[in-house]
């Protein structure tokens, strides 16, 4: 039995967008088959008002033959696999961001991104499938493209004159995590330290596998708090230890976020790149039942600033 709250059931959508599909909110489904069959609620609602509607969806995904057939409305697909309706190919990464190639019906453009990472290459193709299907001509979208802004706590870069590189991104998934570390490694000139944790009162069963993930893509982790809740944060970093200690990882634990993140940067060197996990945009932590202000990038910065600015 589908949990089914209907939150969305008034809304009659246009078109609709599946980028992936990965273990999270376990916390609330009974399963991951549950999970699904709620993700695929929109799109069996695609078209049901008569409107013209339609979907986008993820060729490369595992589960994106199942979106396409569940949708009522006509389907685009995206991808890095030959076979996607909007195809991306010949990706290379600078600092100043992403170039690739998008393929559409029988004809290549090149395209520029102000972002990082494959996974942002995917965001874009959907977002470019998504407008064509509104009748925007692909010139437009792709010049647009070049200019969007970063987005707060994904990937976000925190700007300094001096010091290691600090990413601060809200990967709090096992997806999320192996997606921005590869990124990361493919760009770093030093090593990579990651802080990193997992949140309370959620699915406990990620929080192994997360760990096993830092430990396997970076150089160096420091495991803390996130957003404990009721939990006990001290229980909460043991599970994700578990999993560290499958692997050969080099790692500390500091409990306590804001002295995590200030080692991080202590310990980094000007060529190091330093990633921030888990509450990208988030501007607070929630120990217990009350949030207390918290900010990835405003620690970082601070961090930077004392490390750097002292006389």
Do not use: W
């Amino acid at each position: 039995m589908v949990r089914f709250q209907g939150r969305v059931s008034p809304l009659d959508f246009r078109g609709a967008v599946f980028t992936n599909l990965t273990q999270d909110h376990l916390d609330y489904h009974k399963d991951f088959a549950d999970y699904l069959q709620a993700k695929l609620i929109l799109f069996r609602s695609l078209s049901q008002s008569g409107r013209s509607a339609f979907g986008v969806v993820n060729f490369d995904d595992p589960y994106g033959k199942d979106f396409i057939a569940a949708s009522k409305a006509p389907v685009f697909t995206f991808g890095l696999n030959p076979g996607a309706d909007f195809y991306g190919s010949a990706i290379s990464m600078s600092p100043g961001g992403t170039l690739f190639d998008l393929e559409y019906d029988e004809k290549k453009y090149r395209v520029k991104i102000p972002l990082l990472g494959n996974f942002n290459v995917y965001n874009a193709l959907a977002a470019i499938a998504l407008l064509h299907g509104e009748n925007l001509p692909l010139p437009f979208i792709i010049d647009s493209l070049s200019r969007v802004e970063q987005v707060r706590g994904r990937f976000q870069k925190v700007d300094f004159p001096k010091g290691p590189v600090v990413l601060v991104d809200y990967a709090h998934s096992p997806d999320g995590l192996i997606n921005i570390l590869k990124t990361a490694n493919e760009i770093k000139k030093g090593r990579l330290i990651l802080v990193f944790g997992c949140g309370g009162d959620r699915d406990k069963t990620k929080r192994p596998i997360m760990g096993k993930i830092g430990g396997e893509a970076s150089d160096f982790a420091i495991i803390t708090s996130d957003n404990p809740r009721t939990e006990d944060p001290h229980a909460i970093i043991a599970m994700v230890e578990a999993g560290m200690k499958e692997t050969d990882g080099e790692y500390i634990i500091i409990a306590d976020r804001r002295e995590a993140i200030k080692e991080a940067i202590r310990q980094a060197k000007e060529e190091d790149l330093v990633v921030i996990a888990g509450k990208g945009h988030e501007d607070y932590q929630i120990v217990g039942k009350v949030k207390h202000h918290f900010d990835d990038f405003e620690e970082a910065l601070a961090a930077l600033k004392d490390r750097y600015q002292k006389v």
